[in-house]
C-alpha cells in the first residue's frame, strides 16, 4: 500500500489496526487491571512481552494515541503521560544522573524552567544558553555532558533554535538531543527531521486542540543508539537497543513516578488530532495576518512573531517550518497603555492560562507564569512587564483584528 499523508494516516489510523466491530475509533478502556487465563502469559508481561496489566502503565487506549504520535513524529514508538510536564520530568529524571551536565536553551517555558532548578537542585548540572545560535551550545559543552534540550518554537518569546546544527553536533558527540515540538507541532516540524533523539509533544495543546485534556507524549525517533549511553540501567538493555531509552522512561518515569494518561483523556486526545493540520493551518495563516496588522498600530511597541520579516530567525522558520510560523506572538504594549485595563476591554480573545486552543488566548507574562523567576530571569528571556503571549485559534481573522482595534482605542 501507497504511504498516505499526515491526516489521511491519522484519520485511519484506529481502524487500520483491527478496531473490534468494524468501529473507526479505538474503544476506551477504563479498566485498571487486566486479568490472564495464562499464569506464564502474565509473566511474560512483566518480563517484557507487549501486554496490558495495570493501567498505571498504559491502557489499550493510550496505546493508540501513541500510535498515532509515533505516526505524526516518524518516530519508533511513544510513550504517554498525564502531561507535558509529566513527560519532561520522566525523560530527565529516567536519564539523568547527579553528576550529568544539561546544555538547555534559555528560551523556554517557564514551567519547564522550573523544573530544571528542581533538577540543578538534585545534582544534575544545568547550563542555560542561547540556543538561536549552535555555536552556544557547543561552547557550554563538557566531558560529563549528557544532553542537549530545546524547544522548536520558543514559548512565549518565539525564538527558532538552531535545530538541525545542534542535531548534527549531538550526534557527532553522541549525546542526548530532546527537542521540545509542542508549539511546532509535528506538522510543521517532525523532531526527526533535526535530528533529534527524543521528542517531547504536550498532547494539551494543539495536537488534543479543545481545551478538554491534559496529556504529553515522549517519542523515541530511533535516530540515538542507546547501547552507548551509560545511565541505561541494566534490566532495560535487553531487546533491540533503539528501545532502551524509551523502555527507561516508560519503567522509572511512567511506573515509578505515576503520571499516568487516563483512557478517557487520550480518546478524547486521539479524537483531537485528527484535525491537528486543518486547524494549524487555519491558527498559523490567522496569527501571520494578525501579527502583521498589529506591527504597524502605534499603540504596539513590538511584535514578536516568526512569520515577520524583521524576525531574527524569519528565514531559518521558513525553512522549517515549511512558510508556516505557528500560532503564538509575543506582544509588547507600549508604556502608555496600561497593560490590565487593555485586557479588561477584549472581548473576544479569552483571558487564560493555557494555549494551542481553538479559540484564541492571551496572557500577560511577567505577572502570571513567569512572576517566580524575578526580573533578572525574565530580562534574560526577554519578558517585559508589558509583554502579551497570545495563542491564536481558528476564529475569522477580522474578529480577532478588531477585538484588538476596539481594546487599544
Known amino acids: 500500500m501507497a504511504k498516505n499523508g499526515f491526516t489521511t494516516t491519522i484519520l485511519h489510523s484506529d481502524r487500520r489496526a483491527s478496531v473490534e466491530h468494524g468501529a473507526i475509533h479505538k474503544p476506551m478502556h477504563p479498566s485498571s487491571q487486566y486479568a490472564f487465563a495464562d499464569a506464564r502469559e502474565l509473566a511474560a508481561v512483566f518480563q517484557g512481552k507487549p501486554g496490558f496489566t495495570y493501567a498505571r502503565q498504559g491502557t489499550p487506549t493510550t496505546a493508540a494515541l501513541e500510535a498515532k504520535i509515533s505516526q505524526m513524529e516518524d518516530g519508533a514508538g511513544t510513550v504517554s503521560f498525564a502531561t507535558g510536564m509529566a513527560a519532561l520530568a520522566a525523560t530527565f529524571f529516567s ?38 545560535d549552535a555555536r552556544n551550545v557547543i561552547a557550554a559543552h563538557r566531558p560529563e555532558t549528557r544532553m542537549v534540550f530545546t524547544e522548536s518554537l520558543a514559548n512565549p518569546g518565539t525564538q527558532v533554535a538552531d535545530l538541525q546544527a545542534i542535531g548534527d553536533w549531538c550526534r557527532e558527540k553522541h549525546l542526548v538531543y530532546v527537542v521540545d515540538n509542542t508549539l511546532a507541532t509535528p506538522w510543521l516540524c517532525q523532531g ?26 515522549v517519542t523515541d525517533t530511533g535516530l540515538y543508539d ?8 541494566a534490566p532495560y538493555r535487553g531487546g533491540k537497543p533503539t528501545s532502551w531509552g524509551l523502555t527507561q522512561i516508560k519503567k522509572k518515569g511512567l511506573r515509578d513516578m505515576g503520571g499516568t494518561l487516563a483512557s478517557e483523556a487520550a480518546h478524547r486526545i486521539a479524537a483531537g488530532a485528527e484535525t491537528l493540520a486543518l486547524r494549524m493551518d487555519r491558527a498559523c495563516a490567522n496569527s501571520l495576518a494578525l501579527a502583521q496588522f498589529l506591527s504597524t ?13 524583521g524576525h531574527p530567525q524569519h528565514e531559518r522558520a521558513a525553512q522549517l517550518f515549511g512558510n508556516r510560523y505557528g500560532a503564538l506572538m509575543g506582544i509588547e504594549l507600549v508604556d502608555e ?26 496572557l500577560p507574562m511577567a505577572h502570571t507564569i513567569y512572576y517566580e523567576m524575578g526580573a533578572e530571569r525574565r530580562a534574560l528571556m526577554g519578558i517585559s512587564d508589558n509583554f502579551l503571549r497570545v495563542s491564536v485559534g481558528i476564529e475569522d481573522v477580522q474578529d480577532l483584528i478588531g477585538d484588538f482595534v476596539q481594546a487599544l482605542q
Open 226 to 233: 542507546w547501547t552507548g549511553y551509560e545511565n541505561i540501567a
Open 297 to 309: 498600530h502605534p499603540k504596539v511597541a513590538k511584535i514578536h512573531y516568526p512569520g515577520l520579516a
Open 337 to 362: 497603555v496600561d497593560l490590565f485595563d487593555f485586557l479588561n476591554r477584549l472581548n473576544v480573545l479569552i483571558l487564560a492560562t493555557h494555549l494551542g486552543d481553538n479559540r484564541s488566548l492571551v
Open 95 to 132: 536519564l539523568l544522573k547527579a553528576g550529568d551536565h544539561l546544555i538547555s536553551s534559555q528560551y523556554i517555558f517557564g514551567n519547564t524552567n522550573s523544573l530544571l532548578g528542581t533538577l540543578a537542585g538534585l545534582g544534575v548540572e544545568v547550563s542555560l544558553v542561547d540556543a538561536t
Open 192 to 217: 526527526k527531521a533535526v535530528g533529534a533523539s527524543l521528542v517531547i509533544n504536550s498532547l494539551s495543546k494543539h495536537i488534543g486542540g479543545h481545551a478538554n485534556a491534559l496529556g504529553g507524549a
